[in-house]
């Protein structure tokens, strides 16, 4: 780890090409990058064989990550990753054993493999993130992260650079501090073996093609206001519980963006939102084993089993209510529970809302959960005197529910989890939904406790199933229940 306050060599020589071609975006740039030495070995997956050229170059290998995924089976998926601008073409050759046909997740993606013989053919002429499944096998599969270049290095005399290699906390921590208004840059090859932990900090820059490799908690964001985090990719192993791509909590304007993160151990969500305010999520990918992006209105998550101070002094800047939350042009594979959720956990003895929460243009490509109160690729649900208000899922696309429901909406008392009942849910609208209807998908459900905790004002718009228009709940195999008050469909 490095400070520098100038720009990388890289990044200079390709400003300067720019500027030779009069500022026009470049053609067919293609960048690859080293694996750690460290790593060489022990991270490697040889399922598959990748390389990478732009049209009529010389081809690049790849270097083909291991990922665990699934914390039920826990099986080993293969990654790469590179970025560029332009068109490039790229070749796979799957190793072990023979396959009869391919197929692209998510189903929206404009990747179209062609095949000769053993090998796969494909043109990207744009940056995607999309896996390739071999006769179905959807435990085994090729994640290809073909991103955008990043954007450079920063310059400054508070910037943090990571270089390519293998890079550890300082001793006796598993996390790199971070202060407030750092630019922290890891270079594309660099490898981290820690998490990110901002507390208190403000005006924080996180960016950079590096990887987090198995770092256990990920980023974590608490008290924290002013933060961008860009570009990195997160590999996390079941080596711990809990272990997420990211915690927002207790924050304000924080902004994610072209995020990877793949998870697989117990409670392993992808990004954890609570009693923050005015936070952006876009342009990312995640395969989690546990809910792909939540949001909370807890001040300390009991599943995380972490206890919240208890000093006896006031905070004098109290956890407040979660609002204004932004997600959109996501791609998620969720291996167990929800893709999109809302509430659960609330404070009883300060009750909080939850309001103002968006998600947008979705692609679930897989989801699989058998715990019924754990169901649902659109779920919410008003536990513990919480108050969920005005939630939109919008251009939401469903590949494939393993087991699961397609939406969950309940106001309730889960005695699993909640020692109180929420105070309901009032204002969600579902628009443009739709699902290919393929897998086993237990039924959806919309559900009122009482007066006091009932869901008002439900509007699904535009629901798709099988390409079947749902007009009716009872075409959408959608139960009615309890107090639910203003539900329309159309």
Not at 179 to 204: C, H, I, M, P, W
Not at 369 to 388: C, F, K, Q, R
């Amino acid at each position: 780890m490095t400070r520098r306050n100038r720009r990388s060599l890289g990044a200079t020589t390709l400003l300067a090409a720019a500027l030779l071609l009069g500022g026009s975006a470049l053609a067919d740039t293609l960048r690859t990058y080293p694996v750690p030495s460290a790593l060489l070995y022990s991270a490697h997956n040889d399922d598959f064989t990748v390389r990478v050229r732009t049209p009529g170059g010389e081809w690049r290998d790849l270097y083909e990550y291991r990922l665990q995924v699934d914390t039920d089976t826990k099986q080993n998926a293969s990654m790469v990753y590179f970025d560029f601008e332009g068109t490039v073409e790229l070749e796979v050759m799957k190793n072990n054993g023979k396959f009869e046909q391919v197929s692209v997740a998510p189903l929206s993606s404009k990747v179209k493999p062609e095949r000769n013989g053993a090998i796969l053919r494909m043109t990207l002429r744009a940056p995607e993130r999309f896996s390739l499944q071999f006769d179905d096998d959807r435990l085994h599969n090729l994640h290809i992260i073909a991103g955008r270049p990043p954007s450079p290095l920063p310059s400054g005399d508070d910037v943090v650079y990571f270089g390519p290699g293998l890079h550890t906390p300082p001793p006796g921590l598993d996390y790199f501090p971070v202060k407030s208004g750092q630019r922290v840059y890891l270079e594309g090859g660099a490898v981290l073996k820690g998490a990110f932990e901002l507390n208190g900090v403000t005006d924080v820059q996180i960016s950079g093609r590096g990887l987090l490799w198995d770092p256990g908690r990920g980023i974590d964001l608490d008290k924290t206001s002013h933060v961008e985090v860009s570009d990195l990719i997160l590999v996390n192993s079941d080596r711990k519980d809990a272990a997420r791509v990211m915690n927002i909590r207790n924050s304000q304007d924080v902004s994610v963006h072209d995020l990877t993160g793949f998870t697989s151990g117990k409670w392993s969500d992808g990004i954890n939102i609570s009693t923050s305010q005015h936070v952006k999520v876009q342009d990312s990918y995640l395969r989690v084993s546990d809910d792909a992006v939540v949001v909370y209105a807890v001040a300390d998550c009991p599943i995380c089993r972490q206890k919240a101070a208890e000093t006896g002094v006031p905070d004098r800047n109290p956890p407040g209510d979660t609002t204004d939350i932004e997600i959109r042009n996501m791609r998620l594979w969720v291996d167990v529970a929800h893709a999109l959720y809302i509430g659960h956990f609330g404070d009883n003895g300060d009750p909080r809302t939850i309001r103002n929460v968006s998600f947008d243009n979705i692609d679930v490509a897989n989801l699989d959960e058998d715990d019924p109160d754990w169901e649902g690729v659109m779920a919410i649900y008003s536990g513990d005197s919480t108050l969920i208000r005005d939630v939109t899922f919008s251009n939401i696309r469903v590949d494939r529910i393993e087991e699961g429901k397609l939406i969950n909406i309940v106001a309730g008392n889960n005695p699993r989890y909640n020692k109180a009942p929420g105070r309901g849910i009032d204002g969600v609208t579902l628009r443009n939904i739709t699902f290919t209807g393929d897998g086993l998908p237990s039924q959806s459900i919309i559900r009122g406790l009482s007066p006091q905790t009932e869901v008002k004002n439900v509007a699904i718009e535009n629901l798709r199933i099988g390409a079947r228009p749902i007009k009716a709940p009872k075409d959408g195999d959608i139960a009615i229940d309890g107090y639910v008050v203003g539900l329309t469909i159309r």
